[in-house]
């Protein structure tokens, strides 16, 4: 483990052996965190909020909406999701076995409350992170439709940080009874009884969701997207998770605001991803305390 300076994370590498190394199944499944902890002395613990990257992207770029979340005097954890971030390299599963995720989420969570009492617990997730904090609350993916998406009856939008990743995924894993059954996972419930508020940011994953499972989603749900979204659009990827949980509530981020306004370098709307990291604070602050 180390540290990197004043107000750097403490950066700490786990190792999940419940899961495999999607490049090494012969070693466990590494999960690395990013935490930052409260500037300010407490007496009693911190609430924690978890930030989940979007594809292909990692926990150590998602200060936009960490550096609001520790301003606003909380915990602060981001991942990095194996075979998904840029850090360690892509693998298809991290890609396409998305109810991954949430488990990294959930393993994170249970060695930091092994080490030390934990406050109230939120994640905020952005793009496929916005899911994984969804499942996190209660979402399940339909694995009939994933089934279809990985044989190909649903087309599947080119992902640009993984081109080809359907094919990689075949050559790995062959669409057969076996893969079939594997699926089984994705249709489980992993909701963790220790989050009490999710913040969802450009969600994807919307269109796979099973509408039921939204539906018993009990605690509070914030939810921001992009007018104009093409990577995912509010009528496919949020609607569903606005419409179908009973606790949510949200706003558009602004008419022209694009999914990459969200971790552009340039993007064309700077201010966008400033109001919504301090939007989730303040939504933190009124449900976490």
Not at 16 to 27: A, F, I, Q, V
Not at 28 to 42: G, K, M, S
Request: hydrophobic share 40%.
């Amino acid at each position: 483990m180390t540290i990197s300076g004043q107000g750097q994370p403490l950066i700490r590498v786990l190792h999940d052996e419940s899961r495999r190394d999607l490049s090494d199944p012969t070693r466990p499944r590494p999960v690395r965190l990013y935490l930052w902890e409260p500037a300010r002395p407490r007496t009693v613990p911190a609430p924690l909020v978890v930030v989940s990257h979007g594809t292909g992207g990692s926990g150590s770029n998602m200060e936009w909406l960490v550096r609001p979340l520790h301003e606003a005097g909380f915990r602060v954890l981001a991942v990095d999701h194996h075979g998904n971030n840029y850090v360690d390299g892509y693998e298809p599963e991290g890609f396409l076995h998305i109810w991954e995720r949430p488990r990294d989420v959930s393993f994170a969570v249970e060695i930091l409350a092994r080490e030390q009492p934990l406050g109230p617990v939120g994640v905020a997730g952005f793009s496929l992170g916005g899911y994984t904090a969804a499942a996190l609350a209660g979402a399940r993916v339909d694995p009939r439709i994933l089934w279809a998406v990985l044989t190909g009856t649903i087309p599947l939008p080119e992902i640009p940080e993984f081109p080809g990743v359907l094919e990689a995924l075949r050559r790995k894993h062959p669409p057969d009874d076996s893969s079939r059954r594997a699926l089984d996972a994705a249709a489980a419930d992993l909701s963790d009884r220790r989050v009490r508020a999710v913040f969802l940011v450009a969600p994807g994953a919307g269109s796979l969701v099973v509408p039921e499972s939204l539906a018993t989603v009990r605690v509070p749900v914030g939810i921001r997207w992009a007018g104009a979204d093409t990577v995912n659009p509010y009528a496919v990827d949020t609607r569903p998770y606005l419409e179908h949980i009973p606790t949510a509530s949200g706003c558009s981020a602004g008419p022209g605001v694009r999914h990459d306004d969200f971790f552009a370098p340039e993007p064309a709307d700077p201010t966008a991803r400033v109001r919504v990291g301090k939007e989730a604070a303040a939504f933190f602050r009124q449900h976490l305390g």
